[in-house]
């Protein structure tokens, strides 16, 4: 299965604090995709590492990859409010994308 | 700013009738997804196409459901007829040709309640 676990499956934390979530995967990858999904919305892309890649930094945000754990983890710095959602791991290999449950995300303010 | 959208945002129907949902993909993606969300199956995968021909439609009941993509600009996902279990959120995301499939773009969704 391309599908990645994420876990935990629930996270609350103080506004300000960082958030790291992890995911696991089955198969090989060819990238790794982290997605966000507010209440009510739909998912939203935030960031993509590749198989030959070991971190990724954007804003915010640091994506790592442990293809021999087969491992992925995202943190979140400096956490706000407005970062509540669910989060989203994605082994994008050969296949279209399958989705795990996520990780929720509680900011608190 | 492109975006996907999705029509209607919100849908409520009784039990036995016909619903369509439409999508329409940022324009120049070739691939479309239909996904399927509840809060006990999650993000469930229900058919998606190429270049407007349909690859896999494994994760859609046949019986019921159909997914078409008349042209480019359009997607549409059909129930007939509609039950109470069908109640979900329906998203539509589209993205350019894989494999390895990169970004996906998801359009806002259509709430669909049966009674």
């Known amino acids: 299965s391309q599908q990645g676990e994420e876990d935990p499956q629930a996270l609350s934390i103080q506004e300000g604090e960082n958030a790291t979530m992890n995911c696991s995967y089955k198969t090989s990858i060819n990238n790794l995709q982290w997605y966000r999904q507010n209440s009510g919305r739909g998912l939203v892309h935030l960031i993509l590492i590749r198989s030959n890649e070991r971190e990724k930094h954007s804003g915010r945000l640091r994506v790592t990859l442990d293809t021999s754990k087969k491992s992925s983890s995202l943190l979140i710095t400096a956490s706000r409010a407005a970062d509540t959602a669910s989060y989203f791991c994605?082994?994008?290999?050969?296949?279209?994308?399958?989705f795990g449950k996520g990780t929720r995300l509680s900011v608190i303010a | 700013d492109a975006r996907v959208t999705q029509t209607p945002r919100h849908k409520v129907t009784e039990m036995g009738q016909e619903v369509t949902m439409r999508c329409q993909p940022i324009?120049?993606?070739?691939?479309v997804f239909w996904y399927r969300q509840t809060m006990m199956q999650g993000l469930e995968l229900l058919a998606y196409?190429?270049?407007?021909?349909?690859?896999?439609d494994s994760g859609m009941p046949k019986d019921r459901f159909s997914a078409e993509m008349p042209d480019a600009t359009l997607a549409t996902l059909k129930i007939q007829p509609s039950e109470p279990r069908d109640s979900a959120v329906y998203f539509c995301a589209s993205g350019l040709e894989g494999p390895p499939y990169n970004e996906q773009f998801f359009g806002p969704g259509t709430r669909l309640t049966v009674l």
């Open positions: 324009l120049g993606h070739n691939t």
């Open positions: 196409f190429r270049n407007r021909a349909p690859l896999d």
């Open positions: 994605v082994n994008s290999g050969n296949t279209p994308l399958v």
